[in-house]
């Protein structure tokens, strides 16, 4: 009885039978589900049958597009034979077939996608809206880094005069007020613009910098001003003469 049994369980095969049974592992996959079919890489069998192209029938809008496309290709690479004729974004479209929208990665003959079939493209609005939102979001930080390098540029051309003014100053030369109060209702200006600035992110960081920049600046001719008025109240002690120069240093 036990060489019976051992002679029925030698006998029972699966009934399922392997990708090697069927012609070789090298050209067959198993999807998802327990679908055994050809696999779909350059590395698959040269001598297989070549896989041919079919015509798919889009319609977008009114107007409809034939496109000549390999069976087993994707519907992602669908939309983007599409993309020149229709003028629409690969990620602005979305393609319906049999009554339902297609994912990109989904194959054509998997779908049921044959020679002659109908496919419905149409504009995918929440894909349009928040590239919309993106291209302006990216003009928005382009006009603020234009701004800010053109008001870099003037703080720059001030910031030498500044330098130029602090150095007359220090070597003892008074410099005329309207000069020092010019420089600051100037730099006071690039102030305002950058307020004016709207900006996010590192836009923010730099326009940010600015303002720290030209307030040094300010603070900076604020204290020219003061050593300015000093170097003209000591010019006025020495006109009288140099007895009372003299006097005043001996009194000092």
């Not at 034939?66 to 690969?90: D, H, R, W």
């Not at 382009?142 to 005069?161: C, M």
């Not at 330098?163 to 730099?187: D, F, P, R």
Request: aromatic share 4%; hydrophobic share 35%.
């Amino acid at each position: 009885m036990n060489n019976r049994m051992k002679t029925k369980a030698a006998g029972i095969s699966s009934p399922v039978k392997s990708a090697a049974a069927i012609g070789g592992s090298e050209g067959w996959e198993v999807r998802p589900g327990g679908m055994l079919v050809q696999r779909r890489s350059s590395d698959s069998n040269q001598n297989s049958i070549p896989i041919p192209n079919i015509k798919v029938k889009v319609k977008y809008g009114r107007s409809y597009h034939e496109v000549n496309i390999n069976s087993q290709a994707s519907f992602g690479e669908l939309k983007k034979m599409l993309a020149g004729p229709t003028g629409l974004p690969t990620q602005d479209q979305k393609l319906i077939y049999k009554d339902k929208v297609k994912d990109s990665k989904t194959f054509l003959d998997v779908a049921g996608v044959k020679d002659g079939s109908k496919v419905m493209l149409i504009e995918d609005e929440l894909s349009k809206e928040r590239r919309h939102l993106e291209s302006l979001k990216t003009a928005k930080m382009e006009k603020a880094s234009k701004e800010i390098a053109a008001i870099r540029f003037e703080v720059d051309k001030l910031a030498k005069q500044v330098a130029s003014t602090e150095l007359e100053i220090n070597c003892g030369k008074k410099v005329l007020e309207t000069v020092l109060l010019n420089l600051i209702e100037l730099l006071m200006t690039q102030l305002i613009k950058l307020d004016g600035i709207s900006a996010d992110g590192d836009m923010k960081l730099q326009r940010r910098m600015q303002v720290k920049r030209v307030q040094k600046y300010i603070e900076t001719l604020d204290v020219l001003k003061i050593r300015n008025s000093a170097l003209g109240s000591m010019a006025n002690e020495r006109i009288p003469g140099p007895v009372v120069v003299t006097t005043k240093w001996e009194t000092f």
